[in-house]
């Protein structure tokens, strides 16, 4: 089965820092997408990203930059100059295929980010 | 415009009690879900509708049964509701384009209390 392993728990930072959140996938897929996920405090899901796996180009977009390695089974998150906003918890996730034809999303445990002023 | 919306927002019930949590998508979405998600924050699906049709079924008890009367809605009736149902429910949608798999949109959630 599909696996995501997001290993920082929770990481903290000041403001205007740059911080990196790991994600790293185990999939028998060869065709898979890879999607990042924000939940703020209000506790609402955002969608920031999705990845197919025939895509390694970098992305970026404005102060968020994603590093795709399917060489590592790597797919980081990178927040430039980080504000009190940015903090939430962010979540990896993996598409799944199923024998019906569907696919399901896996969802990593999520890393805690707090940006203080 | 709300793109999907759960009601209610909260629910407070005691063990035992029947309830249910609607879900409304105004995308226009083929496909839908409904997601727990614990209190260590962990999120797995329960279900999901392609066009009103179950396609995917977790390791859910019996005692939760989703209905999609149409595309556009996805409720999740809980029975004999137990202390462990306690959680955030989500709902969420996307469109399913046959062959690639797009994002899903999320609903607010629906904070659920069992006491």
């Known amino acids: 089965a599909q696996k995501v392993t997001q290993a920082q728990t929770e990481i903290s930072v000041v403001e205007k820092e740059d911080v990196t959140l790991d994600c790293v996938y185990e999939?028998?897929?060869?065709?898979?997408?890879l999607f990042w996920y924000k939940q703020p405090p209000s506790g609402e899901l955002v969608f920031l990203i999705r990845?197919?796996?025939?895509?390694?180009q970098n992305e970026i977009s404005g102060r968020y930059s994603w590093n795709f390695q399917k060489s590592t089974s790597s797919f980081n998150f990178t927040i430039t100059a980080s504000q009190v906003v940015d903090s939430a918890v962010y979540f990896c996730?993996?598409?799944?295929?199923?024998?019906?034809?569907?696919?399901?999303?896996?969802f990593g445990t999520g890393t805690r980010l707090l940006v203080s002023p | 415009d709300t793109a999907v919306s759960q009601t209610p927002k909260y629910l407070v019930t005691q063990m035992g009690n029947d309830k249910s949590i609607k879900c409304e998508q105004n995308?226009?979405?083929?496909?839908m879900y409904w997601y727990k998600q614990d209190s260590k924050k962990f999120l797995k699906i329960m279900f999901s509708?392609?066009?009103?049709?179950?396609?995917i079924n977790e390791t859910v008890p019996n005692r939760f049964s989703p209905k999609s009367p149409d595309k556009a809605h996805l409720n999740l009736h809980i029975n004999s509701l137990e202390l462990g149902d306690s959680a955030v429910y989500f709902c969420?949608?996307?469109?399913?384009?046959?062959?690639?798999?797009?994002?899903?949109?999320f609903g607010p959630g629906t904070r659920l209390t069992v006491l």
């Open positions: 969420a949608s996307s469109q399913d384009s046959g062959g690639s798999y797009n994002e899903q949109f």
């Open positions: 999939t028998r897929d060869t065709t898979y997408y």
């Open positions: 990845r197919n796996s025939f895509d390694e």
């Open positions: 996730a993996l598409s799944e295929a199923m024998n019906t034809g569907f696919q399901k999303l896996v």
């Open positions: 995308l226009g979405h083929d496909t």
């Open positions: 509708y392609n066009n009103k049709e179950l396609i």
